[in-house]
């Protein structure tokens, strides 16, 4: 029997004290005597009796496990795996997972714990040491432990670790004399001591998050000893090490490093538990929508170790490739290495492939553990062996983080292996994950050595490369010589279409995920990144400076919409294969894999989803992308986009400068053509879908230009004088064009635009008709507020189609609706619902008006409400369901009541986000409508919502 070396002054010994005592005795040997830790809260012992007997502790070891898969919630993701891994069988270290609710308990009641814990612990304890054959602190046979983070949801890297904890200066003695390896043992030291310096004494907190003492220490007996690698030290430089260390943490802590290694255990749990709090936990929390009560577990399990010599190695496998989802083992080792090695890159780790050839029983043992964990999870797995001594260990595993491309091709290949059903599949591919099968993609090399100089929203995904323009016609320009442009605008209004249009991309200093820019980059599925408000962009100079760098016009710049980020320079950049098939036609489907995978899902999201998903389309060719894409129809044409190409902009100028409404006719006369020709496009490509035509919408000076040599240039070609123009430009001022003279309000002070704009759409409508082609038109009024407005619009409309169809003798199949994007429209939309065949919610302006903030502005006060956990998340990208949403509920209500069988849908950019999207599903709605590149993404998450997904 071995001698344990635990006095009477360990930790356990609190429990049995009064609470006073207790409390004292631990401050004083786990914060010191006076100073308590500078940050987080007083490391306690204290326990309350409270909830005495309810299960903490869950032990598992010898192929017997507590806990299961199933009890996620308490054991969190780690300690489940661990428990159902014991179960099935696998070689896992023994040990215990203390339980979330621990964690909820412990925050819940200032930092003490619920009594009933000691017991459990010790008790846990004893089991370990038994399957191990060992005994923390025990002079004969020391056993040593890690200690690790493991919440419900996997949070990589975000909360605190401590391995080896058990060492002592009695017990590093007798690991050396043990392993035969003193080396290995003064390294176990120096390495524990480092950790529990900073995690559990706080000394890295002392010096600022950019500086590690330890390191430094280690940096200058490098340099005195002169090597370069930590494993190039000797014996008595470790011990050198371990000594200064135990200097630093007194000195920088005030108290000394504790040899009791139960009291090193308490203090481990406990700054475990204190990490679901540090920033990194809380704000990856905030940014994966992970609830804060949730609480972290603990594991506590036995050390095995990767670095006994050359029969020893350690590793992180993939059992699938996570970037492209091929069906190969994927990962890294090293040998004589421990697990933190691999990770910082100290050495350069082997591909597992080698670890064959190096040791070819282990490799085979692993290859059948990644067999039984697939088979067993049924997902790809993430997992993390130490071999010890030829031994092989798997300390942990979860599902595997991936693309979106490799979330496409796991899902798709696992349902043709029978390992998950088609159900499952759907459900679990993150929709969003989809916009990276789609979008063009950054060379990964070509990216790695790129210079990164700003990071803005992530708004229109993909990767662009091109030549910096700041103006509209200048991008259009340059890239009609077959160049690439990229536009980079302050912000973009309706005029840099053409420029928006032409460049490979865009990039703005200001605006939100509903701002101009990005609700047209996703439209034409351009790469944007918008709000990088680190860039100071000066149209005067043509110049991006970021204070480190200035760039001119004409130089190359890189964005990637999907992370946000800015790039100085030229990054290599190739469009995704789904696009190729399907947009470019360059690519034959059966030649390209990813597409196969991505039609085979797209197929089974059309077998389960109910809810329709149409896309906001405003020319042919968006249509037919829609369409190829999969939308059922076109849930909004802007019709006001059609006016900003070729000469159109010249005749709707006109029109918004006429004096009279004789003038305005007469340039109206000459718009209706245009309108005309685009409407058959559309018709054409829409092949009898149904699509929803808006009649005119945003305020007017947004099509006049505003700086006095454009001014001047559009006075000559109008031939009136500039001063006139001038004028005109004046009087069309609003201080809040937002809520001034836009919407259906044009039409109620102008009728003769929605007069052109419904002729130009029943005389499409019956060309199309009479090539044999269905059309089935929905026209929709915008920014109604008051049923007589939408009244008036629709007699207006009714009278045209009648004049038309007597005119060019045809019938037409059409409904007239609204868009809902006002609050009054929602409350009175009972009424309103008397007189219309359809709803759409224009959740762009309904968020706007009823948040009363700005969707171009609010950049520069959304952050800090996110932060402060006002909003749970940015509400023009994902619909604010406690405001907004309410506001639809009454609205769809309402309506129901007067029209049951109204067609209901959203037309906002909420309609391509999948949260948005499963919320309108259960709200009932008929369909949503969002950007064509966006259509797949809603598509799963349509069919996931059918699916029961919230
Ligand atoms: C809306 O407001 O949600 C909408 C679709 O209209 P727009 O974005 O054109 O204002
Ligand atoms: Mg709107």
């Given at each position: 029997?071995?001698?344990?070396?635990?006095?009477?002054?360990?930790?356990?010994?609190?429990f049995?004290?009064?609470?006073?005592?207790?409390?004292?005795?631990?401050?004083?040997?786990?914060?010191?005597?006076?100073t308590?830790?500078?940050?987080?809260?007083?490391?306690?012992?204290?326990?309350?009796?409270?909830?005495?007997?309810?299960?903490?502790?869950f032990?598992?070891?010898?192929g017997?496990?507590?806990?299961?898969?199933?009890?996620?919630?308490?054991?969190?993701?780690?300690?489940?795996?661990?428990?159902?891994?014991?179960?099935?069988?696998l070689?896992?270290?023994?040990?215990?997972?203390?339980?979330?609710?621990?964690?909820?308990?412990?925050?819940?009641?200032?930092?003490?714990?619920?009594?009933?814990?000691?017991?459990?612990?010790?008790?846990?304890?004893?089991?370990?040491?038994?399957?191990?054959?060992?005994?923390?602190g025990d002079?004969?046979?020391?056993?040593?432990?890690?200690?690790?983070?493991?919440?419900?949801?996997?949070?990589?890297?975000?909360?605190?670790?401590?391995?080896?904890?058990?060492?002592?200066?009695?017990?590093?003695?007798?690991?050396?004399?043990?392993?035969?390896s003193?080396?290995?043992?003064?390294d176990?030291?120096?390495?524990?001591?480092?950790?529990?310096?900073?995690?559990?004494?706080?000394?890295?907190?002392h010096?600022?998050?950019?500086?590690?003492?330890?390191?430094?220490?280690?940096?200058?007996l490098?340099?005195?000893?002169?090597?370069?690698?930590?494993?190039?030290?000797?014996?008595?430089?470790?011990?050198?090490?371990?000594?200064?260390?135990?200097?630093?943490?007194?000195?920088?802590?005030?108290?000394?490093?504790?040899?009791?290694?139960?009291?090193?255990?308490?203090?481990?749990?406990?700054?475990?538990?204190?990490?679901?709090q540090?920033?990194?936990?809380?704000?990856?929390?905030?940014?994966?929508?992970?609830?804060?009560?949730?609480?972290?577990?603990?594991?506590?399990?036995?050390?095995?170790?990767?670095?006994?010599?050359?029969?020893?190695?350690?590793?992180?496998?993939?059992?699938?490739?996570?970037?492209?989802?091929?069906?190969?083992?994927?990962?890294?080792?090293?040998?004589?290495?421990?697990?933190?090695?691999?990770?910082?890159?100290v050495?350069?780790p082997?591909?597992?492939?080698?670890?064959?050839?190096?040791?070819?029983?282990?490799?085979?043992?692993?290859?059948?553990?990644?067999?039984?964990?697939?088979?067993?999870?049924?997902?790809?797995?993430?997992?993390?062996?130490?071999?010890?001594?030829?031994?092989?260990?798997?300390?942990?595993?979860?599902?595997?983080?991936?693309?979106?491309?490799?979330?496409?091709?796991?899902?798709?290949?696992?349902?043709?292996?029978?390992?998950?059903?088609?159900?499952?599949?759907?459900?679990?591919?993150?929709?969003?994950?989809?916009?990276?099968?789609?979008?063009?993609?950054?060379?990964?090399?070509?990216?790695?050595?790129?210079?990164?100089?700003?990071?803005?929203?992530?708004?229109?995904?993909?990767?662009?490369?091109?030549?910096?323009?700041?103006?509209?016609?200048?991008?259009?320009?340059?890239?009609?010589?077959?160049?690439?442009?990229?536009?980079?605008?302050?912000?973009?209004?309706?005029e840099?279409?053409?420029?928006?249009?032409a460049?490979?991309?865009?990039?703005?200093?200001?605006?939100?995920?509903?701002?101009?820019?990005?609700?047209?980059?996703?439209?034409?599925?351009?790469?944007?990144?918008?709000?990088?408000?680190?860039?100071?962009?000066?149209?005067?100079?043509?110049?991006?400076?970021?204070?480190?760098?200035?760039?001119?016009?004409?130089?190359?710049?890189?964005?990637?919409?999907?992370?946000?980020?800015?790039?100085?320079?030229?990054?290599?950049?190739?469009?995704?294969?789904v696009?190729?098939?399907?947009?470019?036609?360059?690519?034959?489907?059966?030649?390209?894999?990813?597409?196969?995978?991505?039609?085979?899902?797209?197929?089974?999201?059309?077998?389960?989803?109910?809810?329709?998903?149409?896309?906001?389309?405003?020319?042919?060719?968006?249509?037919?992308?829609?369409?190829?894409?999969?939308?059922?129809?076109?849930?909004?044409?802007?019709?006001?986009?059609?006016?900003?190409?070729?000469?159109?902009?010249?005749?709707?100028?006109?029109?918004?400068?006429?004096?009279?409404?004789?003038?305005?006719?007469?340039?109206?006369?000459?718009?209706?053509?245009?309108?005309?020709?685009?409407?058959?496009?559309?018709?054409?490509?829409?092949?009898?879908?149904?699509?929803?035509?808006?009649?005119?919408?945003?305020?007017?000076?947004?099509?006049?230009?505003?700086?006095?040599?454009?001014?001047?240039?559009?006075?000559?070609?109008?031939?009136?004088?500039v001063?006139?123009?001038?004028?005109r430009?004046?009087?069309?001022?609003?201080?809040?064009?937002?809520?001034?003279?836009?919407?259906?309000?044009?039409?109620?002070?102008?009728?003769?635009?929605?007069?052109?704009?419904?002729?130009?759409?029943?005389?499409?409508?019956?060309?199309?008709?009479?090539?044999?082609?269905?059309?089935?038109?929905?026209?929709m009024?915008?920014?109604v507020?008051?049923?007589?407005?939408?009244?008036?619009?629709k007699?207006?409309?009714?009278?045209?189609?009648k004049?038309?169809?007597?005119?060019?003798?045809?019938?037409?199949?059409?409904?007239?609706g609204?868009?809902?994007?006002?609050?009054?429209?929602?409350?009175i939309?009972?009424?309103?619902?008397?007189?219309?065949?359809?709803?759409?919610f224009?959740?762009?302006?309904?968020?706007?008006?009823?948040?009363?903030?700005?969707?171009?502005?609010?950049?520069?006060?959304?952050?800090?409400?996110?932060?402060?956990?006002?909003?749970?998340?940015?509400?023009?990208?994902?619909?604010?369901?406690?405001?907004?949403?309410?506001?639809?509920?009454?609205?769809?209500?309402?309506?129901?009541?007067?029209?049951?069988?109204?067609?209901?849908?959203?037309?906002?950019?909420?309609?391509?986000?999948?949260?948005?999207?499963?919320?309108?599903?259960?709200?009932?709605?008929?369909?949503?409508?969002?950007?064509?590149?966006?259509?797949?993404?809603?598509?799963?998450?349509?069919?996931?919502?059918?699916?029961?997904?919230?």
């Amino acid at each position: 029997m071995s001698k344990k070396t635990v006095t009477k002054n360990s930790a356990e010994s609190f429990f049995t004290r009064a609470d006073g005592e207790r409390k004292l005795r631990a401050e004083r040997l786990l914060v010191g005597k006076a100073t308590p830790l500078p940050t987080g809260p007083t490391v306690s012992l204290r326990t309350s009796s409270k909830l005495g007997g309810r299960k903490y502790v869950f032990s598992f070891g010898d192929g017997k496990a507590d806990g299961n898969g199933s009890l996620r919630a308490s054991l969190g993701g780690k300690g489940a795996n661990l428990a159902e891994m014991t179960r099935i069988g696998l070689p896992v270290p023994p040990g215990f997972t203390i339980s979330t609710e621990v964690c909820t308990y412990y925050y819940k009641h200032g930092y003490v714990y619920p009594r009933a814990l000691e017991s459990q612990l010790r008790a846990a304890l004893s089991k370990t040491e038994k399957s191990v054959g060992k005994r923390l602190g025990d002079a004969e046979s020391p056993l040593l432990l890690s200690v690790r983070s493991g919440a419900r949801d996997s949070m990589p890297g975000m909360m605190d670790t401590i391995l080896n904890l058990g060492i002592n200066d009695e017990t590093v003695e007798v690991i050396a004399a043990k392993t035969g390896s003193p080396r290995f043992a003064w390294d176990a030291y120096r390495r524990f001591l480092q950790m529990y310096g900073d995690v559990v004494m706080g000394v890295q907190r002392h010096m600022g998050e950019h500086h590690d003492p330890f390191e430094e220490v280690i940096n200058a007996l490098k340099q005195e000893v002169g090597i370069e690698k930590d494993d190039e030290f000797s014996v008595r430089d470790l011990k050198k090490l371990v000594a200064s260390f135990k200097a630093l943490i007194e000195e920088r802590s005030g108290k000394s490093f504790p040899q009791e290694p139960l009291e090193q255990l308490w203090g481990a749990i406990s700054a475990v538990f204190r990490s679901w709090q540090n920033d990194r936990a809380t704000v990856y929390r905030r940014k994966y929508g992970i609830p804060h009560e949730w609480g972290t577990a603990v594991n506590v399990q036995a050390m095995v170790f990767g670095n006994m010599g050359e029969t020893s190695a350690t590793g992180v496998v993939f059992t699938r490739n996570p970037a492209t989802g091929e069906e190969a083992f994927y990962g890294e080792y090293l040998i004589n290495a421990q697990g933190e090695d691999v990770v910082a890159g100290v050495r350069t780790p082997q591909p597992v492939s080698q670890l064959q050839k190096e040791m070819p029983t282990t490799y085979r043992q692993l290859l059948a553990v990644r067999h039984i964990l697939e088979k067993h999870f049924r997902d790809m797995q993430d997992l993390e062996f130490t071999i010890e001594e030829n031994r092989l260990y798997i300390l942990q595993t979860r599902s595997g983080k991936r693309t979106g491309t490799a979330a496409v091709r796991i899902a798709a290949e696992m349902v043709k292996e029978r390992l998950i059903t088609k159900e499952e599949a759907l459900l679990r591919i993150p929709a969003d994950s989809l916009s990276h099968v789609l979008a063009p993609i950054f060379d990964p090399a070509s990216k790695e050595k790129a210079q990164l100089i700003a990071t803005g929203l992530p708004a229109g995904p993909g990767a662009a490369s091109g030549h910096i323009f700041f103006q509209a016609e200048d991008a259009v320009t340059f890239s009609q010589k077959g160049e690439k442009a990229l536009l980079v605008r302050v912000e973009t209004s309706p005029e840099d279409l053409r420029g928006m249009i032409a460049a490979e991309g865009i990039l703005t200093a200001r605006g939100g995920v509903s701002s101009h820019a990005a609700l047209v980059a996703r439209q034409m599925g351009k790469v944007c990144v918008c709000g990088a408000c680190m860039l100071r962009i000066d149209y005067r100079t043509k110049t991006i400076a970021t204070g480190k760098i200035t760039l001119r016009e004409g130089d190359f710049i890189s964005i990637d919409g999907t992370t946000g980020e800015v790039f100085a320079g030229e990054v290599r950049t190739s469009p995704s294969e789904v696009v190729q098939v399907l947009v470019n036609r360059t690519l034959e489907p059966s030649r390209s894999k990813i597409y196969k995978n991505f039609a085979l899902l797209m197929g089974w999201a059309n077998k389960y989803s109910k809810l329709r998903i149409r896309a906001n389309a405003d020319t042919p060719e968006q249509v037919a992308n829609a369409i190829a894409f999969g939308a059922q129809g076109v849930g909004l044409c802007r019709t006001e986009h059609m006016f900003f190409e070729g000469n159109r902009i010249d005749a709707m100028r006109e029109m918004v400068l006429a004096a009279s409404p004789e003038e305005r006719r007469t340039a109206l006369e000459k718009l209706l053509p245009y309108q005309r020709e685009d409407f058959v496009g559309i018709f054409r490509a829409l092949r009898g879908l149904p699509a929803t035509i808006r009649l005119l919408d945003p305020p007017l000076h947004e099509f006049l230009p505003h700086d006095s040599l454009q001014q001047k240039s559009l006075a000559d070609s109008l031939n009136i004088p500039v001063e006139t123009l001038i004028k005109r430009v004046q009087e069309l001022h609003e201080f809040n064009p937002m809520l001034g003279l836009r919407g259906c309000r044009l039409g109620m002070v102008y009728p003769e635009i929605s007069e052109m704009q419904a002729c130009a759409v029943f005389e499409a409508a019956a060309l199309v008709q009479k090539e044999g082609i269905k059309v089935h038109l929905e026209i929709m009024v915008p920014l109604v507020g008051f049923s007589k407005e939408f009244k008036i619009q629709k007699d207006l409309v009714q009278q045209v189609a009648k004049d038309v169809a007597r005119r060019l003798q045809t019938k037409f199949n059409y409904l007239i609706g609204t868009m809902i994007e006002v609050p009054r429209a929602a409350l009175i939309a009972s009424a309103i619902a008397g007189e219309a065949d359809f709803f759409s919610f224009g959740t762009n302006d309904l968020t706007q008006t009823s948040l009363g903030m700005s969707r171009d502005d609010a950049g520069s006060f959304l952050p800090a409400y996110m932060e402060r956990e006002i909003l749970p998340g940015n509400p023009f990208a994902s619909i604010d369901q406690e405001g907004v949403g309410r506001l639809m509920e009454i609205a769809i209500e309402g309506a129901r009541r007067t029209h049951p069988g109204i067609k209901l849908g959203v037309c906002g950019e909420h309609g391509g986000d999948p949260n948005s999207v499963r919320y309108c599903y259960h709200l009932g709605l008929t369909y949503v409508s969002c950007s064509p590149f966006r259509v797949p993404i809603a598509r799963i998450a349509a069919a996931q919502a059918a699916l029961g997904a919230r």
